[in-house]
């Protein structure tokens, strides 16, 4: 398997609150209702919580702020998710996805990319 692996910031004009509310409530549950569609097997959404806990382990790495959130979307494989990315209903899910994050994940400070986990 691979996995999607974005790293969010929020859009400068929305809390982090409103913004986790935003992606868990609404961004959420529209991803699931088209898993099928995107193939997807699995997807988390992982929240940062305000934490002096974040704040030390910054300063101890000289490390840039953190990410609003991280998620993680997991595929069957490279081609499967290319052969997904090509069909017609995801051409038209994607500028729908797109368009959804754009209300809440400012998108040039944020990051996205592929990754092959090895578990120890």
Known sequence: MIKLIMCLHRRQDI???QFQ???L????????????IM???RYVQSHTIDSPLNDGMRASRDM???FDGVAEVWFESEEDLMEAMSTPEMEKLSAELL???ATFIDHSRSSAFIVREHEF
Do not use: L
Not at 26 to 35: I, L, S, V, W
């Open 39 to 41: 193939r997807s097997k």
């Open 64 to 66: 840039q702020p953190e």
């Open 21 to 23: 509310d935003y992606w």
């Open 15 to 17: 809390t982090r609150e």
């Open 99 to 101: 368009a959804d994050e």
């Open 25 to 36: 409530n609404k961004h959420g549950p529209f991803f699931q209702k088209n898993a099928a």
